[in-house]
């Protein structure tokens, strides 16, 4: 068995190669996503990508770990961190921590994943000191989209000044990573130059200590959901759809089941035997 990725050799990289990061929710993708990727991220986006949600709003602790199973089961290399689901540890440190020890002990996670920068402060500070590493997460933050009124570029402008705090709050409270997501880049470039832990971008800059993507989006499963920020690397949901097509006609047309895929009378070990 390969050595797995810690926290402490995530924030090492700071500066270095870039970390290579995507989400994953289910096993058989995870097993390919830890091929290539240093983080393996349960995402909340789990209930938009997987679960028909409007938002993570509804998305529960029950359903995280779930998914944090699965995808535990494909993970050998890759840091696994699972996120924090909306609800589940705003109220105070120690609602966080039961919570994210919670996830920690029955997913076998390494680090927790949570949004908000100088108003989580406090929790990171009280999670990290106990043992649960943390990657923070600022900027747009899908869990706050109704107090945003949308899913928003953050930062613009004099904004710039409330994410430059939130980063060097997260940083100060022992985060050992940061995902900046939908920040202009000159914002992402500035905060990565000045804040000490390595930044994931998700629609930030390409000078960002590393990237992160839904798996999902990035293989074109979705054929409306297409942000600026996505490149769509494979169109497997048009592929998909091809081939369920495909089937659909065979079926209809008798082509499908064909010789090869059914089963003859004579017993394969007999059959075996005599020829
Ligand atoms: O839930 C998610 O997938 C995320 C990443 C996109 C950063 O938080
Ligand atoms: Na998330």
Redesign the pocket.
């Given at each position: 068995r390969i050595a797995a990725l810690t926290p402490p050799d995530i924030l090492a990289r700071k500066g270095g190669e870039p970390l290579v990061c995507l989400?994953a929710y289910t096993t058989p993708l995870a097993r390919i996503v830890d091929r290539h990727c240093d983080i393996v991220?349960v995402?909340?986006?789990v209930g938009m990508v997987l679960h028909g949600l409007p938002s993570?709003l509804g998305v529960t602790l029950d359903m995280m770990i779930m998914h944090g199973k699965a995808v535990r089961r494909g993970v050998e290399r890759a840091l696994l961190v699972v996120?924090m689901p909306f609800g589940s540890y705003e109220e105070s440190p120690e609602q966080a921590f039961r919570n994210a020890a919670r996830i920690m002990a029955e997913t076998g996670c390494s680090a927790v994943?949570l949004e908000g920068g100088e108003t989580m402060e406090r929790t990171i500070r009280f999670l990290t000191r106990h043992g649960i590493p943390v990657m923070g997460?600022i900027g747009l933050t899908p869990q706050a989209v109704n107090s945003f009124g949308g899913y928003k570029v953050q930062g613009r402008g004099d904004d710039a000044f409330h994410i430059l705090r939130d980063a060097e709050a997260v940083a100060d409270a022992g985060a050992f990573s940061v995902?900046l997501?939908k920040v202009p880049a000159a914002l992402a470039d500035r905060i990565t130059a000045t804040t000490p832990i390595p930044t994931i971008g998700?629609g930030a800059s390409a000078s960002c200590d590393g990237q992160?993507l839904?798996v999902d989006d990035m293989l074109g499963m979705f054929d409306t959901f297409r942000p600026k920020f996505v490149k769509r690397f494979a169109e497997l949901g048009q592929t998909a759809d091809e081939a369920i097509a495909d089937y659909a006609s065979d079926v209809r047309a008798r082509r499908f089941p064909a010789a090869e895929h059914v089963f003859s009378d004579t017993a394969p070990a007999l059959h075996k035997g005599k020829t």
């Open positions: 989400t991220l995402g909340d986006s993570t996120d994943k997460h995902v997501e998700i992160i839904v």
